[in-house]
């Protein structure tokens, strides 16, 4: 498996990271037999949610109950977990009583004294930085958390809470697929006259911010489209025929294909793989070995549906 040094964090971890969104009714013996294949993989940065499952902490804790990690173990994972949205509404809150709150119905689920980074899950439109940084503060200083980060946040949401948080902002998870690609196309339609939808002026400049600031990129559901899983998607046909000869002329699968486009970029971007099926981490694993080349890249891109200036 190939690894990422997380520049903000001064880490290493695995490009692949296991999202745990879905183990929800999945049996102890099906959680540690995708946590074990994943592992054997080479992935080693486990994603939770305080709000995954059917009810607070759920999966955090059908993971905990299922896995059982000893301490030796708990050392050789980092588990990285998210606060902010409220499911009934929905709506967010980045307030410190919530992030505090959550933080440690984390730690009492997932049963660890500490988690490796701790993501912001959406944008609160109220967030007041100082709260933050005060929660962040005391969190790093109890030991109770390491490491911070966002998700699905913009250049300017991230440049409101670095005004008052101190500890590095280490990630940012977006969504990101080959189908589903506005902070990548929305650079190369600048200076063209056509007005597409590719254009989405929210996420201008996120990647290439988020490299110039060392924040490490972390794509979440990295083969879904607008009409689901675009793999085998009757409405993505072009896009199929490109990933199957690929597949075939790197001898991977066309989840394989789907991930390198990803690993490809030079941003160094983590795949976030929310599949329940131990198959599928080995199918991405292998792709994300793989090196596609620009020309290759691009063709996706296109195939995909995306319009070239």
């Known amino acids: 498996m190939r690894t990422l040094e997380l520049p903000a964090a001064g ?17 102890d013996a099906q959680i540690r037999e ?5 592992r054997e993989a080479g992935v080693d ?6 709000i995954y499952g059917d009810g607070p902490h759920h999966c955090e804790r059908r993971f905990a109950e299922a896995v059982q990690l000893s301490s030796a173990e708990r050392e050789q994972v980092m588990i990285q977990s998210k606060v902010g949205i409220i499911k009934d509404g929905p709506s967010y809150d980045f307030s410190y009583e919530h992030i505090m709150t959550e933080v440690e ?16 899950h959406r944008p609160d439109p109220l967030v007041e930085p100082e709260e933050v940084a005060r929660a962040f503060e005391e969190l790093h200083a109890a030991g109770k958390v390491r490491h911070f980060g966002v998700s ?5 949401q991230i440049e409101l809470l670095r005004t008052a948080v101190q500890q590095p902002l280490v990630a940012n ?4 697929s080959v189908v589903h690609a506005p902070i990548l196309t929305e650079g190369m339609q600048a200076n063209t006259l056509a007005q597409t939808e590719q254009s989405t002026p929210a996420g201008s400049d996120i990647v290439e911010y988020c490299r110039r600031n060392g924040i490490t990129l972390q794509a979440w559901s990295p083969y879904q489209s607008p009409h689901g899983v675009f793999i085998d998607n009757p409405a993505y046909p072009e896009l199929n025929t490109t990933l199957a000869r690929l597949a075939e002329k790197y001898s991977v ?10 690993t490809r970029h030079p941003a160094g971007i983590q795949v976030v793989l929310g599949t329940t099926q131990g198959g599928r981490v080995e199918e991405a694993a292998a792709g994300a070995e793989l090196r596609l080349t620009r020309a290759e890249w691009y063709e996706l891109l296109r195939a995909a549906g995306h319009k070239l200036p």
């Open 152 to 156: 699905n946040h913009t250049v300017g």
């Open 105 to 120: 119905g984390s730690l009492q689920a997932l049963q660890t004294d500490y988690l490796d980074i701790l993501l912001l």
């Open 173 to 176: 998870q977006v969504q990101l």
């Open 45 to 50: 940065l486990l994603d939770h949610a305080d």
């Open 253 to 262: 699968t066309p989840t394989g294909i789907a991930t390198a486009w990803l």
């Open 34 to 38: 995708l946590y074990t294949r994943a």
């Open 11 to 27: 880490l290493t971890a695995s490009q692949l990271v296991l999202g745990l969104m879905r183990i929800n009714d999945k049996t």
